[in-house]
């Protein structure tokens, strides 16, 4: 049981882009009216289509990039910078091998000198990368070069993780793996941003956040993203423009011709569970 300690509080938030350190046009705002408030242990999938503002608002929450920033946002003091794992595994990982990655990540944290070797090999371990700890990083997949930026951030104790579409380069084997870790994580109260264009990840988590045009359209459960109130009503994933993922189309298709399906389930194990239990 965790504590639900507020991470990041964002209110009223409003981003206008830099451009060569001057803010652009009033109307060009990067994110409009964001209010969100982040908790200890919470997983949130934020989805939104290219260009709809999530890496902008990801480098908000995490505490980089040049940003006209209108509003009030909170940072909890262990929150004030949170590592961002990127979507291109060769930009997440700076070090030649995993185990100087991870040194580099303790180093820039202010870790002790003494403590760094045992928190490094430890990290690595968790993540599965011990055997390849000293193999250069050019020779490890994308799958494993996303697991070397996590096992940093495992390392520092990050009590956030930012991950903007890690697995989007990564085989199905590979995403199942990163994401089993990502979980471990968030199960010892790691709050977790995750953000995709893979609406089948949204099984996992706790809640779903949806940009259009730099808003927040949805905020809300999984479950409520896709939830068809009647026959002729569309969910707020329609609405949206989304293309569900197969198992909600064929929930969808189910309820139509009348099995009741409630809560809608998110993936095929949960689907055939219901349908069986009919
Ligand atoms: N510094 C900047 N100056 C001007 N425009 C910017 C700046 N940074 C981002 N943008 C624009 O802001 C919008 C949001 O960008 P952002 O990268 O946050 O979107 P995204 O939802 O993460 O997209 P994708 O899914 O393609 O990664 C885009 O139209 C982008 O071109």
Known sequence: MFLEKKLAELSNVSVKPITYGEPTSASAYLLKE??????QGEWINLIGRNGSGK????????????????GKVYKDESTRQVPMVLQQPDVSVVGATPWEDVVMMLEQHGM????????????????????????????????????????????VQAPMLILDEITAMLDP?????????????????????????????????????????????FDGEAERLFERHSLEE?????????????????AWELQALGIDLHPIPLTPELLAKAVSGQ
């Open 34 to 39: 964001i209010n969100l408030s982040i908790k």
């Open 55 to 70: 890496s902008t608002l990801a480098r908000l929450i995490a505490g980089f990039g040049a940003m006209h920033v209108e």
């Open 112 to 155: 002790e000198g003494e403590r760094i070797p045992q928190l490094a090999e430890d990290a690595l371990r968790e993540t599965g990368l011990h055997m390849r700890m000293h193999q250069p990083v050019e020779t490890l997949s994308g799958g494993q070069k996303q697991l070397t930026a996590i096992a940093g951030c495992l390392a």
């Open 173 to 217: 084997g590979a995403c199942l793996h990163v994401m089993e870790k990502v979980r471990d994580l968030n199960k010892r109260g790691v709050a977790v941003l995750w953000i995709t264009q893979k609406l089948e990840e949204l099984a996992a988590g706790d809640r779903v956040l949806a940009l259009e045009n730099g808003q927040i359209r």
């Open 234 to 250: 569309k969910s707020s994933c329609e609405e949206l423009g989304f293309t569900a993922p197969y198992v909600i189309q064929t």
